[in-house]
């Protein structure tokens, strides 16, 4: 089960952290990814991490905005999101994989979802 939190009302250039919090399996051994959803477009690929903190990868849109982390002992990911843009609005998904140790930053890849949480950047 993932649940995702954090989602907010925001200005242009400011920050927001979301939160996804996961139970259910034993967290370490799952990549982690996020996603978005923008009224009217296709869900989309934004960040992922591995099971190792080391491994990631962005989005070209987001690349040096925003950061992914996770905290496994908290079995918690993060998304760290910086000089936001309007674009940026949208509903953010946190996604994982059945199997262990699958590095995909696919959608069609993630068998697990969060219920998403609304990102709001205002110009």
């Known amino acids: 089960q993932l649940q995702a939190s954090g989602g907010g009302l925001v200005q242009a250039g400011g920050s927001l952290r979301l939160s996804c919090a996961a139970s259910?399996?034993?967290?370490?051994?799952?990549?982690m990814n996020w996603f978005r959803q923008a009224p009217g477009k296709v869900r989309e690929f934004v960040a992922l991490?591995?099971?190792?903190?080391?491994?990631?990868s962005y989005a070209d849109s987001v690349k040096g905005r925003f950061t992914i982390s996770r905290d496994n002992a908290q079995n918690t990911v993060y998304l760290q999101m910086n000089s936001l843009k309007p674009e940026d609005t949208a509903v953010y998904y946190c996604a994982s994989p059945r199997r262990s140790y699958y590095y995909s930053a696919s959608l069609d890849d993630m068998d697990y979802w969060g219920k998403g949480t609304l990102v709001t950047v205002s110009s």
């Open positions: 991490i591995g099971t190792s903190a080391g491994s990631t």
């Open positions: 259910g399996r034993t967290f370490t051994l799952y990549t």
